[in-house]
T-cell receptor, first 115, second 112 residues
Framework: DTAVSQTPKYLVTQMGNDKSIKCEQN?????MYWYKQDSKKFLKIMFS???????INETVPNRFSPKSPDKAHLNLHINSLELGDSAVYFC??????????????FGPGTRLLVL | DAKTTQPPSMDCAEGRAANLPCNHS???????VYWYRQIHSQGPQYIIH???NNETNEMASLIITEDRKSSTLILPHATLRDTAVYYC?????????????FGKGTKLTVNP
C-alpha cells in the first residue's frame, strides 16, 4: 500500500536526451510537488500543483516541464538533459487545509545520473 | 533561504533521549514549525509539527518556546534507526500551497 510512488527509481542517461519521471499518490491528496536534492544534499522545491493547476514554479529552467494528468499524478519531463541535472528528484503530496498545518508525504526518490 | 538555524551534527547514545534544537527567531505568527527527517538514501519523512503549543505523537515531542523563536525536537528513546538528518522547517505559503524550505539540518548519529 505505497502512499507516494515514483518510477523509475534509477535513471542513467546521456546528455542531450529527453526523459520523464512519474509520480503517483494514492492518499487522496490534492496537491503534489517536485523537489530536487543535489550532490550537496540540499533539498529544494521545484514545482507544486494543486488540483492539476501549477501553483509554485521556483525559477526552474524551462527544460523541465511538469504535467499533472489528474490529482493523483504529477510527472516531470526533462528535455535536453545536462550534467547539472544529475540529482535525486523527490515527489511529494499533501492535502490542502484551510487552517494550515498540512503535512507533505514524500516518495522514495528517483536518482538521475546524466553522463 | 531557510528561516531556521540548527547545529550541523549531534551524537546520542542508544536508549537515551535525543534533544535537537532549532532557532527560528523571524517566525511569523501564523507560521508552523515542522520537523522532517531523512534517513540515508530515503525520501524525507514527516515527524511532527506545531504552532504554539507543545506537541507529542508516537515518534517524538516538540517543545516550542513561549516567544516561538526556538523549538526542540525530542526523541525520547533514540534507537540506531533514528540516525538521520533532521530538518526543522518554518512553513512558508505561496499561492495557498505549502512550500517547505529545507536548510542543512542536523545530522544525528545514534551510537550503540
Amino acid at each position: 500500500d505505497t502512499a507516494v510512488s515514483q518510477t523509475p527509481k534509477y535513471l542513467v542517461t546521456q546528455m542531450g536526451n529527453d526523459k520523464s519521471i512519474k509520480c503517483e499518490q494514492n492518499l487522496g491528496h490534492d496537491t503534489m510537488y517536485w523537489y530536487k536534492q543535489d550532490s550537496k544534499k540540499f533539498l529544494k522545491i521545484m514545482f507544486s500543483y494543486n488540483n492539476k493547476e501549477l501553483i509554485i514554479n521556483e525559477t526552474v529552467p524551462n527544460r523541465f516541464s511538469p504535467k499533472s494528468p489528474d490529482k493523483a499524478h504529477l510527472n516531470l519531463h526533462i528535455n535536453s538533459l545536462e550534467l547539472g541535472d544529475s540529482a535525486v528528484y523527490f515527489c511529494a503530496s499533501s492535502l490542502r487545509t484551510s487552517g494550515g498545518g498540512e503535512t507533505q508525504y514524500f516518495g522514495p526518490g528517483t536518482r538521475l545520473l546524466v553522463l | 533561504d531557510a528561516k531556521t538555524t540548527q547545529p550541523p551534527s549531534m551524537d546520542c547514545a542508544e536508549g537515551r533521549a535525543a534533544n535537537l534544537p532549532c532557532n527560528h527567531s523571524t517566525i511569523s505568527g501564523n507560521e508552523y514549525v515542522y520537523w522532517y527527517r531523512q534517513i540515508h538514501s530515503q525520501g524525507p519523512q514527516y515527524i511532527i509539527h506545531g504552532l504554539k503549543n507543545n506537541e507529542t505523537n508516537e515518534m517524538a515531542s516538540l517543545i516550542i518556546t513561549e516567544d516561538r523563536k526556538s523549538s526542540t525536537l525530542i526523541l525520547p528513546h533514540a534507537t540506531l534507526r533514528d540516525t538521520a538528518v533532521y530538518y526543522c522547517i518554518v512553513r512558508g505559503t505561496q499561492g495557498g500551497s505549502e512550500k517547505l524550505v529545507f536548510g542543512k539540518g542536523t545530522k544525528l548519529t545514534v551510537n550503540p
